[in-house]
């Protein structure tokens, strides 16, 4: 798209009348025209009903006040309709943690939680430093290269691998499964119906069902695997939560660092300032990576579905609708954070965002994903590495994921 053309379309669109908004439809995201639908829909509609999406009508929340609110009370806003806009078969007798509410929920997610514990991150400090050292030894100076797949995927993908208990000679199938879960269907996707979709998804069952059945009674090992197998709380849970379970944990870990990483690299780019305010002062390392994760809002949204009649702030919400709470309205809304159009490693509360979410259903793998970009990161300011990216990036296609399929770059030597 030429910069005449994504102008015009980005006028047309700010003068859109606010009734026709659909904030579902992925070309919105691919084009980066959601911030400023999303500005007008905080300003002028902060509760919005799309009557028609090819998801079917739902709600849309996106202010960051309204969206804690609502994480809030899992009582009347549930997470078991599912977890994101598309409308996926569920079973009646498997589900995963994602689709359950508290108290179910709390009892299978701490069957995990042990993995994101301080003496754990203490563990997988030196495995994540060193695949970062050798990711960053196989990258040429000053000649172009994808940093998605040579950088982003690389390292998330075999962080993934160790901590799900999966030999790093098939990560690449994590990948795989991976961008396949994540994929809307739709026509002209790689899949086009929910059919297509479990049939592509047979395998990566498979291949976790093998591997669970490996680490029956390996509770010497210190996985996800091993530990939904194995963990009391999680014993009862059938073959199938098992695969659904790791599913999810698979996207979670994927999607955020994944896609923070490029983010970060195009950011430091754009603001030259604030990469060289970081590299000349390392306590900035926290703010900074905090920052990038606000900044490019991975999980562009998350969904609860009504348990009752409610009527919220005005609008009256019925039992059974879908509402759509939009992450990546709330990280720039202007009455909860300070020029947040600004990307800024300085801000007095760097952890004031939600790109993690809130309340019972708060990123699990939070800790993790920091741990990855923290050491990312200080590994290139060590270095004095310097991205320079050689064109616009290719945007993933989806009101789901906000992220990069490529980004051409190269690096440079600031030592």
Known sequence: MTDTSYNDLRKKFEVMPID????????????????????????????H???????GPFWSITRYRDIVEIESNPEVFSSTGGFTIVDIPQSPTARSFMTMDPPEHREVRQAVTPLASLNNLKMLES??????SQTLDGLPLREPFDWVSRVSVEITIKVLAVMMGVPQSDSSKLQKWSDLASTIPQPGAKVTD????????????????RLCREMAGRTDLFNIASMLVNSKQSRSLSNEEVFLNMLILLLAGNDTTRHSLTGGALFVEQN?????????????????????????????????TAKSDVDFHGH???????????????????????????????????????????GPH????????????????????????KVRTLGPPERVKSCIVNGYSSLMVQLESLG
Request: glycine fraction near 2%; aromatic fraction near 14%; hydrophobic fraction near 40%.
């Open 362 to 385: 708060r990123c699990i793998g939070k800790n993790i994903a920091l741990l990855e970009l923290k050491l990312f990161w200080a590994e290139m300011a060590r270095r004095k590495l």
């Open 194 to 209: 929910l059919q297509s979709y479990y049939q592509e998804l047979q395998e990566c069952r498979f291949y976790i069902e």
């Open 272 to 304: 030259p300032d604030q990469l060289a305010m970081f590299y000349a002062n390392p306590d900035l390392l926290s703010p900074f990576v905090s920052e990038v994760i606000r900044y490019q809002t991975p999980v562009a949204h998350m969904r609860r």
């Open 20 to 47: 026709a908004f659909n904030p579902s439809d992925p070309l919105i995201y691919f084009y980066q025209l959601h911030d400023s639908m999303f500005a007008r829909l905080r300003r002028e509609r902060p509760v």
């Open 49 to 55: 009903y799309c009557a028609h999406s090819d998801f």
């Open 127 to 132: 495995v994540i430093s060193e695949l970062v």
């Open 316 to 358: 009256s919400i019925k039992k059974g609708d879908k509402v759509i709470l939009w992450y990546v309205s709330a990280n720039r809304d202007e009455d909860e954070i300070e020029t947040p159009e600004r990307f800024n490693i300085n801000r007095k509360d760097h952890d004031h965002h939600l790109a993690f979410g809130h």
